[in-house]
């Protein structure tokens, strides 16, 4: 099992910045791939970003230029640097980890940015 806890969320003027943290323990041996996907309200959760383990990323088009993810496979964290926040990246952000084809969520973290 791999256990996430997210942190860093709140609300934030359009323009503004966030950093978004999330720190894995337990079985996180062989973490493959760390990421960031959110919920709107009255949506479906949705890709963010994901990082690989060895630093190959993927982002949504709607945040590319303007979210950053990083991890530290040595602190067994997953950081996302938001800049630039649009009201529409209002949403619950949730950090997410594959190992072996399994995935885990972490509880999630709300993000409101306000026009």
């Known amino acids: 099992q791999v256990q996430l806890v997210e942190s860093g969320g709140g609300l934030v003027q359009a323009g503004g910045s966030l950093r978004l943290s999330c720190a894995a323990s337990g079985s996180i041996f062989d973490i493959n791939i760390l990421g960031w996907y959110r919920q709107p309200p009255g949506k479906q959760r949705e890709l963010v970003a994901i990082?690989?383990?060895?630093?190959?990323?993927i982002y949504a088009d709607s945040v590319k230029g303007r979210f950053t993810i990083s991890r530290s496979n040595a602190k067994n964290t997953v950081t996302l640097q938001m800049n630039s926040l649009k009201p529409e990246d209002t949403a619950v952000y949730y950090c997410?980890?594959?190992?072996?084809?399994?995935?885990?969520w972490g509880q999630g973290t709300q993000v409101t940015v306000s026009s």
């Open positions: 997410n980890a594959n190992r072996y084809s399994n995935n885990y």
């Open positions: 990082i690989t383990s060895g630093g190959t990323t």
